[in-house]
């Protein structure tokens, strides 16, 4: 599955390269990755596994998030094909630009990074700034800079943004 390709062609909201580092972080480019929001879940290995476990999790009252961008139960119905990577990534998509679209009227006249990175917080948490505190350790405004950097693509010739 090539992440980059699937970034650009699923969705046109959002830059590509956010969506392929927000996919590192919240899945490790894992399309069927489940996870429980205070708790663990052994990992499925089949899409037909992975629905069969999100159903159970959802049918026990657990706050789930689910594929490749981790797109959490309160924002999809049942039935939806959750793990569909196109699906998946239409979604986080969505999430992505609500966050930014608020991100840039709170915080106007800031840098692009900062929208960047409090966009990311807002992913992670609903808000602009627990994702630069937690988890503790690693917070993840931090891993979204580090994978964002390992995913910029620039045009040849040219190492940076501003070059």
């Given at each position: 599955?090539?992440?980059?390709?699937?970034?650009?062609?699923?969705?046109?909201?959002?830059?590509?390269?956010?969506?392929?580092?927000?996919?590192?972080?919240?899945?490790?480019?894992?399309?069927?990755?489940?996870?429980?929001v205070?708790?663990?879940?052994?990992?499925?290995?089949?899409?037909?596994?992975?629905?069969?476990?999100?159903?159970?999790?959802?049918?026990?009252?657990?706050?789930?998030?689910?594929g490749?961008?981790?797109?959490?139960?309160?924002?999809?119905?049942?039935?939806?094909?959750?793990?569909?990577?196109?699906?998946?990534?239409?979604?986080?998509?969505?999430?992505?630009?609500?966050?930014?679209?608020?991100?840039?009227?709170?915080?106007?006249?800031?840098?692009?990074?900062?929208?960047?990175?409090?966009?990311a917080?807002?992913?992670?948490?609903?808000?602009?700034?627990?994702?630069?505190?937690?988890?503790?350790?690693?917070?993840?405004?931090?891993?979204f800079?580090?994978?964002?950097?390992?995913?910029?693509?620039?045009?040849?010739?040219?190492?940076?943004?501003?070059?």
């Amino acid at each position: 599955m090539d992440i980059s390709t699937l970034a650009l062609e699923c969705q046109q909201q959002v830059n590509p390269q956010v969506i392929e580092a927000i996919i590192e972080i919240e899945s490790a480019r894992l399309p069927f990755a489940l996870a429980v929001v205070g708790g663990q879940v052994k990992q499925p290995r089949s899409e037909s596994d992975a629905y069969h476990k999100l159903d159970a999790l959802r049918s026990a009252g657990k706050s789930v998030s689910a594929g490749l961008m981790q797109i959490n139960t309160q924002h999809f119905d049942v039935g939806t094909a959750i793990f569909d990577p196109c699906t998946n990534i239409g979604f986080g998509a969505r999430l992505l630009k609500d966050c930014h679209d608020r991100v840039k009227s709170h915080y106007q006249g800031a840098s692009y990074q900062e929208w960047l990175e409090r966009t990311a917080s807002c992913y992670f948490s609903g808000n602009f700034t627990t994702g630069y505190r937690l988890p503790k350790g690693n917070p993840y405004v931090h891993r979204f800079r580090v994978a964002y950097a390992r995913h910029i693509h620039y045009p040849k010739g040219k190492k940076h943004e501003n070059d």
